[in-house]
């Protein structure tokens, strides 16, 4: 197994259900640890086999940016 950590990623997004947080977006800090079967990579060296960490960035980046939550516990 292999493990990808993503730490303090910063980015904005709109939280809350009052109009005035509706109106601004907000800072959301992510920290997340992905944790993938890594056995083709590593045998193969290849890096098609590897999994991509900077597109799973860029797919957490564009749904908290999309994203539009009413409630943030």
């Known amino acids: 197994m292999a493990t990808i950590r993503i730490q ?3 980015l904005k997004t709109v939280i809350g259900v009052n109009t005035w ?9 992510i920290n997340i ?6 056995t083709a ?3 193969s060296d290849g890096i098609s086999h590897a999994y991509d ?3 799973l960035t860029k797919q957490i980046i564009e ?7 009413h409630l943030l516990e």
Not at 21 to 29: A, F, S, T
Not at 33 to 38: I, K, P, R, V
Not at 63 to 69: A, K, L, T, Y
């Open 33 to 38: 640890t992905f944790e993938y079967n890594s």
């Open 41 to 43: 990579a590593v045998s």
């Open 21 to 29: 947080e509706r109106k601004i977006k907000q800072d959301v800090v």
């Open 63 to 69: 749904r908290v940016e999309r994203s539009n939550v």
């Open 8 to 10: 303090n990623l910063r």
């Open 53 to 55: 960490y900077k597109r």
